[in-house]
């Protein structure tokens, strides 16, 4: 029978230590190489809420005049637009952790990018 101390191999009886296993190099996060293409999403998707709001306080003037409303009931859809931020901010979490944040963001892009399109022939 063989000798495993001195064929080399690792006894825990024998005084040397065990020899060192090299670990395979860890493979990049998820999504790592698209790391900036993300970043830019993101950002272009927040300038677009940022654009939106500003849109809908731009347009008061010219709802005041083709409604014949007062600046009072005009305001109330300046109000009703950060109401409706302020109830979808939170449910945003909620949402994403249901259909996946990938999904439910692109899902959002799309649905606004849809209803925006909807209110074009209405402009003119």
Known sequence: MADPARDGAY???SSESPPLRVL???A???GEPHKYLIAFAVVLAALMQV???SIVNVALPDMMG???ASLDEVAWVSTGYILASV???PLTGWLGSIFGRKRYFVASI???TL???FVVPLTR
């Open 110 to 112: 799309v649905l606004f």
């Open 51 to 53: 654009i939106d709001c």
């Open 28 to 30: 990049p996060a998820h």
């Open 66 to 68: 083709n409604l014949g």
């Open 115 to 117: 209803a925006s399109l």
């Open 87 to 89: 109830i979808v901010i």
């Open 11 to 13: 006894s825990p009886a």
């Open 24 to 26: 395979p190099a860890a």
